[in-house]
Nanobody, 115 residues
Framework: QVQLVESGGGLVQAGGSLRLSCAAS????????MGWYRQAPGKQRVLVAS???????NYADSVKGRFTISRDSARNTVYLQMNSLKPEDTAVYFC?????????WGQGTQVTVSS
């Protein structure tokens, strides 16, 4: 059983930065893949970025060059550094851990970018 707790969200002006953290209660060392997803009001939850146990990363086209995902297995934490934020980045951001055959989600953290 893994519990994920996100933090670091908030209100920021366009062009600003935030760093989200996802702290896992159990070891994520064996997690096949960790990811950040976001869900804007009235829209589906979509992948923002992911990182595998081999540190291969994947990004949505809309965030490439602005967001960076990283993981610290010693601290059981995954980060999402978000730079050059835009109003369209406004959403609830969720952390996800894939430990086959299970998938775990955090409760989400709100990110609001004002224009």
């Amino acid at each position: 059983q893994v519990q994920l707790v996100e933090s670091g969200g908030g209100l920021v002006q366009a062009g600003g930065s935030l760093r989200l953290s996802c702290a896992a209660s159990g070891s994520i060392f064996s997690a096949n893949r960790m990811g950040w997803y976001r869900q804007a009001p009235g829209k589906q939850r979509v992948l923002v970025a992911s990182i595998t146990s081999g540190l291969t990363t994947n990004y949505a086209d809309s965030v490439k060059g602005r967001f960076t995902i990283s993981r610290d297995s010693a601290r059981n934490t995954v980060y999402l550094q978000m730079n050059s934020l835009k109003p369209e980045d406004t959403a609830v951001y969720f952390c996800r851990a894939d430990l086959a055959p299970y998938v775990y989600w955090g409760q989400g953290t709100q990110v609001t970018v004002s224009s």
